[in-house]
Structures are given as C-alpha cells and as structure tokens.
C-alpha cells in the first residue's frame, strides 16, 4: 500500500538534523509510490528544505519563534502539516520534539502513537511498529488501524535518506500563542566529544566503588584518544557521585550506538543495556564471569578492574 | 492546591533478566515468582514532587491508580507517604488497554473529583516505557503540561518548572491546572515511617468503575484501545562473548587490542 509520510524534522544548524535525514531514509522505504514530506520549523527552514533528501514537498515557516521549542507552537503547526499533506503515517524523533509531539497529535487527531520505535517495517501493506518495553528486557510490535499512525523513532534506527531536497516549499503559519512560556535554557557544562557522537565509548559502574575508580575510566578513554573516545556511565555510577547525569547511559540516561562500548565494573541491567546494546561490539571487564553484561559483549575479560583497566591503558598507548 | 498523582503498579522492573519471560500465547509478561509488583520509580517520584507543594503551598494531594485489587499496594504506599485521598480504578472493562483508554479513564476520574488544580504523572511506567499518559491526560482535559521535570515550584499564577533536555535543562512556567511529568533528576521519594504505614493501611480506598465514571465500557480497555499489541518477545542476545586469554593483565589488553584492529575498530 502506498503511504504519505509525513516527517516532523527539527533543524541542525540551520540544516536538517541528521535524525531527520534518518526519518526522510526510513519514509523513502516505506512510501511505495506515495509522497514522502517534511516540516521544518525555525530561522532558516525554507533554505534547509533544499537540503531534506528524500521529501518531495517541505511544509515550513521561517519564524525565528520556533527556534526554542514549544510543544503547543509546534503541534499547532504540525496539525496543520499533516492536514495539508493527507499524510496517513506521520515519523517524529524521539527527541524532545517527538516526546511531546507525537502523544499530543495522536491525542488531537483521534489516533495513536508508538513511542521510541526502533523498526517501522511494512509487513503485507500494514506498518508494524517495534519498539523496547519492560526496560529493554522485551521488544513490542504494535499496529494501529486509526490515521495517520504516528511514530516516535530512536536516533540510528534506519539509514539516512540519499537524492535531492524538496522541490516544492509550502509556508506554514509563523508561531502562534502556547500557555507555557519557555523562561530560558541552561546548557549542561558539555566539555570536549558528546557521549552520543563518540566513535568509541568507555562506561564505568557501581564495581569501580568510588569517584577515584572512575578516573581510571577517563585515563583508559584519553588513552584510546581524546578525539575519538568519551566517558559514560551506569546510573549507579551517576548515583555515586562518579559522573554527571548528563554522562548516563541506559533509558533514562541516554542511548549510543558507538562502533565500540566498552563497559567496566557494570553488570548489564536491562535498563543499562537499553542504552547501549546498538553499540557495534561491546567489550566487558567485569571479574564476575555471569554478569548478565557478557551476554551481550563480544569480547569480555573476567578480572579485576584494577589490574585489567592500567594494563589496558598502557597497551592502548602503544597503539 | 489539590494535586492528583498518577501512580501506577508494574512487574518489579529490578527483576533479574534471567527470571524475565513472557507468555507468547497472551503477549504477556509472566510474573516472576517471589517478586512481588511494585509501585512503578518514576511514579513515587511524581508523588514526592506533589507532597513538597503540598508541604509548601498547602492543599491535598489524590493518588489515583488504575489496575487490579493488587494496585491497592501501590496506593497505600503514597498514603504512607503523605498523601490525603486513594482511588482505584478497577473494572473488567479496563483490563488490556493502551495509553489512550487509560489517559481517557484517569482523566474522567480526575474530572469527577472536580477541584484539581495540577496532575502529577512518572516520566513514563517503568513497565512499557511509553511516556505519553501525561500529555494525553493533558489533552483529555484541555491542560498545558510540562514533561520530564527535575524540579517544580508554586508561583502567583502556576507552576514553575525546570525540565531535562538532552543537552541541558529549560525552565517554563505553566498557569493552573496543568499537567506535569516527573522524572528521576527530581531526587529519590522519601521513605515512609512504620506510623505512617501503618495509618495508611487503615485509609479506605475509593474504587470506582466505568459505570462510575460515566464510561461506555465499550469505549474503555481493550475494546477502546488504538495501539493494537501484535507481539511482545524477548529479543535474542549475541550470545556468545569470547572471553580474552592471557597469563597477565598485560597480555590479556594486548591480545584484545589485536582483536579490535583485526575489527578494524580502533
Ligand atoms: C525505571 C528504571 C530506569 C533505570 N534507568 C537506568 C539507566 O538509564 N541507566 C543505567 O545504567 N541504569 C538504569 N537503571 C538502574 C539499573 O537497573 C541498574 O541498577 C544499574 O544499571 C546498575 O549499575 P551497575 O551495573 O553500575 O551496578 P551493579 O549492578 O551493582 O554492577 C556492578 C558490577 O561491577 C562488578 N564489579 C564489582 N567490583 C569489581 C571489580 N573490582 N572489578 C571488576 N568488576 C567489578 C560486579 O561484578 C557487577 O557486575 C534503571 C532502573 C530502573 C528501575
Ligand atoms: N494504570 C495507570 N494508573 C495510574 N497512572 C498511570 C497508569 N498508567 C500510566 N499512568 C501514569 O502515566 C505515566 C506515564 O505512563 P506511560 O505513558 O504508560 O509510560 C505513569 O508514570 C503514571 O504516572
């Protein structure tokens, strides 16, 4: 069956962000002959449509107002995006946006929403949305027989869209009013390479017991390079008092899908793995060999974290 | 100020995986045996939240939960902690839902009660981790919400907020009544007292059902649900680590970064 899909993308830097050339990929997959569009908010938007690969049609307003987003701002604009495109499937991200959007548009458009799906796939002309439950212990597949299906998708779950921009650009209405006033923003004090954009991240838990422990874990992350390398956390570790929040890793803290995870002194709690079980090959050193973590690593190495984390240090060094 | 917090019974979410299983006949989580359901962690934070306005500004505090008899545990222990009043929605016609039916039912009792200024959610129930009852209560009742807070106060007019982004934090400010989700950055719920416990399970429980609430039974539960649960699994682990050989430390991490170049990872 065909599908008009309508992505609700957010902008980068005045440039689609890469989640939304994730969403325009997965739309591109599952259109089968119907209209794939976009809708971009924000100083800058009808440029960017240019630049959003796989949509055919871009639903935009350039008002600066969007810039900071206000869930009654942006659900007003994106009712009006899915009326005027006759989208029946609608893809948010599971960002702020889409944490916001989707539930209230599924609510305002007499339909449902699936929450952080990580597959959309056509099975037979129906849509099945996947998506984790039960703190990653399990993976549900829901349909939903009311339209549009709106779906809420995690960061790296399709490839990203190739081809040309929009080549049609429909104005939507500037920013309208919302009850909740945004007052300001507080950037967390975010030093060097962002966990969700590193290629290599090392993780440390409760096992390394104190704040001490987890500087072995920043000189085992330098060591592999600081360019390339960031440093997570399990809650637990976070709990300690060994990482800021913003380093968590796991559901709710944030999810990575680094080439390579390497995780010392945590056990692999579903809620942990939640975040990071995307991760291309994961790397344990844990000393307690049935720690649930090693049904996840690749490689494990069952030992005593003070002894294996200098030695891997060293040995990274030389490389 | 009268706050209705939202609190939600579930599997115990700390179970160990290995006594994680599902019933694939019925999509259903099978309860592992000797762990007892818990009141979902997001959900006593959501009730902490609303006790300190409440100790702040004054007023009272409902707790309302909608589940089986067994949810009456998840109640009492919101009363222990300090809230005033307990409602259980139970009736056959609830069972099975999705967030829609359930956001639709907790709003229709919240508008029973008349007089609510704010309603407190969890983030999102630790069981499906579907983080939208909040805002669809919200909607339900025509509310602004703010989701995912780390703190909350009372102004003159509203509500001032502190909510986690992923990149930091944002403050709004919402007029009354309004919606709030309450999330883990908000701190641990406080431990109620062995006195408290045990006033608490001397409180009579409101149970109210469909009927009750002026709800077609028919528009409720699995029969109103609009996310259809074709399938819930168990997804398959890669299985198999290999664990790295080696007499030391030393040779253990080089023999693993050989590994990792042959991978081509580092
Ligand atoms: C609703 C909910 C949400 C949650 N969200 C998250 C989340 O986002 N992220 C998260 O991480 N957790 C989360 N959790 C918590 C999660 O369930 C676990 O409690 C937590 O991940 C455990 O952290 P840990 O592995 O560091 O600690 P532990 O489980 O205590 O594991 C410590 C490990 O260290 C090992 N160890 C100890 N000493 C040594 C040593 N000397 N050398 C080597 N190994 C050693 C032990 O063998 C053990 O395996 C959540 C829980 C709930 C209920
Ligand atoms: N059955 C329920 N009874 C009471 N509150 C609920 C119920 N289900 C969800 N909630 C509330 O809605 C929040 C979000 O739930 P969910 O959208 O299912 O993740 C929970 O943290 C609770 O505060």
Redesign the interface.
Known sequence: MANNILVVGELEGGAPSPTTLELLGGAQGLAAGGAVSVMLLGAGASGAAAQAAGAAKAFVSDDAAYDTFN??QWLTAAQSAVEQSGANVVLVAQ??VG??V???L???LN??????CVSVADAGGTL?FTR????G??????????SPAIATVRAKSFEPASGGGAGEVVQLAGAGA???????????E?TGLQIQDAK?VVSGGRGLGAPEGFQQIEALASA?GSDKAAVGASRAAVDLGCSP??QQVG??G?VVTP??YIAVAISG???HMAGCSGS?????VNRD?DA?I??????????DWK??V???I???KK? | MHIVVCAKQIPDPETPPSAFKIDAATNKVIPAAGISPVLSQFDGIAAEAALRLKEAKGGKVTVISLGAESAQAAIKQVLAMGADEGVLLKDAAFDDGDSYTTARTLAEAIKKLGDVDAVFCGRQAADWDMGQVGLLIAEELGWPAAIIAKGVEATDTGLKIQRVLADGFETVEAPLPAVVTVSNEFGEPRYPKLPQIMAAAKKTVTAWGAGDLGLDPGSVGKAGARLQLQKLFIPEKSGRVELIEGDTPQEQASNLIKKLQADKLI
């Open positions: 869930g009654e960002s702020v944490r916001e989707g539930p209230r599924a609510s305002r339909t449902a929403v699936a929450m952080d099945q984790p439950c039960y703190g212990n399990a993976l549900a597949t829901y349909t939903i027989a009311t919302s009850r909740v006033a945004v007052l300001g923003k507080e950037k967390a975010a290599v592999i929040p913003s559901l709710t944030k080439d390579l709690a579903s809620q291309k090959v994961i790397v344990a060999k649930n090693f049904s996840f690593a690749k490689y494990g190495i069952v030992g002894a294996v200098p030695a891997l060293e040995e990274f490389v």
